[in-house]
């Protein structure tokens, strides 16, 4: 007899309506985890109704998440309450701190439940870059609990499982980011500017995306406008930039149907990282749209990448870069056969159903 489980998400911050490579990730596993029987819980800025959400409305603040941890957990508690074959999964792309106190808080009273952690990058090393020794120490230590506490702790690529067994001495589950696309992607419309231009997306209050702007606009895009000053450099995910530069152009924060026509539009998608972690979803969302991807190596890391198309460039090199966008620039809109292949791969429909069907908790 198949088991009917009864699987609840937490998220602690709001992934409906996705603004976010994060949200986005979060939004559609929920959307594709293969039961009826599931629950979205997270903290929300807005107090817009979904089907099967229960929003917790705080603002998106560190202390007002901290002060509203046992508020979420409550609710969980009393909605899993006589409900069997609890598997509750708590989404990380947020400080490991929130889930671990909500972990302790909801364990005393679902005791039978089986807990899942779907990580989106190593969160200890990520802080490493940004934060205080204390907050750095405390996310080890968070970190390190819910890896040997969790019945699942998922990584996003082989690289991020052979680090997390080196910190943290557990064999993580592969849980790959992917992207949901609806309809044809050859009948998105294109945006179309009056010049050539390459895209890049993110927004730069995540230090890693701010990094690779600064260094797409002080370092690459000079020595490119230096040669051809009518390509322009597009950016999305942000309503203000920092920099001001005539080859600039801020598409702002746009619906995803804008920025696929943004992609869908561009010469090139650009990513230069320097500093990263996990899976780039903006580059796999480049690569299922065919386009013509320059990128360092680690904007492609832990991406199964196929050499037999033609439409990828990897160097950590500025002035390569630089090279290649100009010598690139008039590339084709999209490679179908690339995107084809690309789109099967990360569904992340069939991500999301391969995963459940390997850990037999398919319902």
């Not at 044809?184 to 995540?206: A, M, P, Q, T």
């Not at 037999?308 to 290649?324: G, P, Q, V, Y």
């Not at 620039?329 to 690339?338: F, G, H, P």
Request: charge should be positive.
């Amino acid at each position: 007899m198949i088991k009917k489980y009864n699987f609840i998400v937490i998220n602690f911050f709001r992934v409906t309506d996705p603004y976010s490579g994060a949200s986005e990730v979060s939004f559609n596993f929920f959307k594709n985890i293969p039961s009826e029987q599931k629950n979205l819980f997270q903290f929300s800025d807005n107090s817009k109704k979904y089907k099967k959400v229960h929003s917790i409305q705080i603002k998106n603040t560190r202390w007002q998440k901290i002060l509203n941890l046992k508020k979420i957990s409550d609710s969980v508690i009393k909605f899993a309450t006589n409900k069997k074959n609890l598997i509750i999964i708590i989404e990380g792309a947020s400080w490991v701190g929130y889930a671990f106190f909500v972990y302790k808080l909801l364990k005393r009273k679902l005791k039978d439940s089986k807990f899942i952690y779907h990580s989106h990058n190593i969160e200890y090393l990520l802080r490493k870059e940004k934060e205080s020794y204390a907050i750095v120490a405390l996310t080890k230590f968070f970190e390190n609990y819910i890896a040997k506490k969790f019945n699942i702790f998922t990584c996003v690529s082989k690289i991020d499982k052979k680090k997390i067994k080196k910190i943290y001495n557990i064999n993580a589950t592969i849980l790959s980011n992917g992207v949901e696309v609806s309809g044809d992607i050859n009948k998105i419309k294109i945006k179309n500017f009056n010049f050539n231009y390459v895209f890049f997306c993110g927004s730069i209050k995540y230090l890693p995306n701010f990094d690779t702007l600064k260094i797409l606009v002080e370092k690459i895009m000079p020595l490119v406008i230096s040669k051809d000053p009518a390509i322009k450099l597009v950016v999305s995910g942000n309503e203000d930039l920092p920099f001001k530069k005539n080859f600039l152009v801020n598409a702002g924060f746009v619906s995803k149907k804008n920025f696929y026509e943004h992609l869908r539009g561009a010469s090139l998608f650009v990513n230069p990282m320097k500093i990263g972690f996990g899976s780039q979803l903006k580059t796999i969302n480049a690569l299922v749209f065919g386009k013509t991807v320059i990128a360092s190596k680690l904007a492609v890391g832990g991406i199964n990448i196929n050499p037999n198309f033609k439409n990828l460039f990897i160097t950590d090199d500025n002035k390569k870069i630089a090279d290649l966008i100009l010598k690139h620039i008039n590339s084709r809109k999209i490679n179908k056969l690339s995107s084809n292949y690309y789109l099967k791969k990360y569904s992340m429909k069939n991500i999301t159903k391969s995963f459940f069907s390997d850990q037999g908790l398919s319902t």
